[in-house]
């Protein structure tokens, strides 16, 4: 996702230098990638995406029609764009969603915020969008990083991969 950058090695300045345009870009290069291989079966495409990824992975699911599950994992950052010239975040695009999406928040996140992913929940209902979203107390940013003693959360952990592969064999098949 960093290809596209200048050699930068700060990972929040190499963050600043994200554009949505560029996504979009690595997105449909990966799908048409994906779909043009013989050991797979294109029309059960999903996306799955953590914290940066978890914005990823709402906007694989508002570019790609050929993408059929969404899933995201503490997503922030949906009330903004990345880069220059972009009309609208992947908030304001949330009526392109093409698939049924499935997301895992903390209550104890600020980026998303639980008021944020209210939001969310509001308006991918309000468009008639099939979606779960799953709140857990206790857990915050990154509660499924197992290598962050403090953060990681194991019973929302599990949680949360049980029903991500439950959602992908029910829609995916």
Known sequence: MFHCIP???????????????????DIHTTVDYVQGRSDVDGSRIGIIGHCMG???????????SAI???????????????????PK????????????????????????SPADVDQIEHALKDLGIDCEL???????HTFQN????DKFRKD??????????DFLSDKLG
């Open 54 to 64: 978890g914005r990823m992975s709402f906007q694989g699911a508002i570019e790609s």
């Open 89 to 112: 975040t992947p908030f304001e695009r949330l009526d392109e969603t093409t698939c049924p999406v499935i997301g895992f928040f903390g209550l104890d996140d600020e980026n998303p």
């Open 146 to 149: 197992f290598l962050n003693r």
């Open 134 to 140: 799953h709140r857990y107390e206790e857990a915050g």
């Open 156 to 165: 929302p952990n599990a949680d949360a991969w049980t029903r991500t592969l």
């Open 7 to 25: 050699d930068i090695t700060d990972g929040a300045k190499k963050r600043a230098n994200l554009s949505d345009v560029e996504i979009a870009n």
């Open 68 to 86: 059929k599950t969404c899933t995201v994992f503490y997503g922030g950052n949906m009330m903004k764009t990345w880069g220059r010239d972009i």
